[in-house]
């Protein structure tokens, strides 16, 4: 088993929003992806994909979308971004029953010894937060505590080489000043952090590197040159 991560894929199958406007790079960006991903990931694979799956705006309109990704293969972990607004309850992703796609909200899951927590994040804190950011923040917080936790209950019966973290939003800036998610991340004893939400474009604002023992790595898409990124395991 390997673990590849990706993020921020951006599908538009029925809502039409191609995402050439962002640069001809991204010029069937979903093409190069598939290619990618059928050339090197196997079934008994695990792939992290941290959000931002989809522009559709209701589930119905995302359906063709996630289908493409539940038929790529091995086993996909599905985290929430900011552009997933048919999102739903754990309980109603679960239902559409696609294969090999698990949902990661408010819970963890262990794959082999490798342990897998996270949530979406939010925004880091401005120097004049609004109220409604302020709110949204902690929630998240909570929200990673939660994951974080089931994890712990989970690893009662498991020995664990590694824990990897999924984020949607960047845990940490480029100047490497801690934040209340990267408090977190480091306290549980993360190995790694994946997160997405940053593209090319904002490559000046990206933290790749290690800090108080945790790995830090960006897997947008285009940062990942399309292509499902190797975290753990042979390549």
């Known amino acids: 088993m390997r673990i590849y991560g990706i993020s921020d894929l951006h599908l538009s199958f029925t809502s039409n929003k191609p995402m050439d406007k962002f640069g001809q790079h991204w010029y069937k960006h979903h093409e190069k992806i598939a290619a990618s991903w059928t050339s090197n990931v196997h079934d008994d694979d695990v792939v992290l994909i941290p959000g931002d799956h989809s522009w559709g705006l209701k589930l119905d309109e995302a359906l063709p979308d996630l289908k493409w990704i539940a038929d790529l293969p091995g086993t996909k972990v599905m985290g929430k971004g900011n552009h997933d607004l048919w999102w739903h309850s754990l309980a109603r992703l679960e239902s559409l029953e696609l294969s090999g796609m698990k949902w990661l909200q408010n819970n963890a899951m262990i794959f082999g010894d490798v342990g897998i927590c996270g949530t ?16 949204i923040y902690a929630r998240e917080q909570e929200r990673l ?3 974080f936790q089931a994890l712990d209950k989970l690893r009662k019966t498991a020995s664990l080489r590694a824990i990897i973290c999924m984020i949607h939003y960047p845990p940490l800036s480029s100047d490497r000043r801690e934040t209340e998610f990267s408090k977190l991340i480091e306290g549980y004893g993360a190995d790694l952090c994946i997160y997405g939400h940053m593209h090319l474009s904002h490559k000046h604002r990206v933290f790749r590197g290690t800090q108080n023992g945790t790995r830090y790595e960006v897997v947008s ?10 975290l753990m395991g042979d390549g």
């Open 145 to 147: 505590k939660l994951s």
């Open 221 to 230: 898409c285009d940062f990942a040159d399309f292509a499902p990124r190797l």
């Open 120 to 135: 979406r994040g939010w925004s880091l804190p401005a120097a004049e937060p609004t109220p409604e950011d302020t709110k």
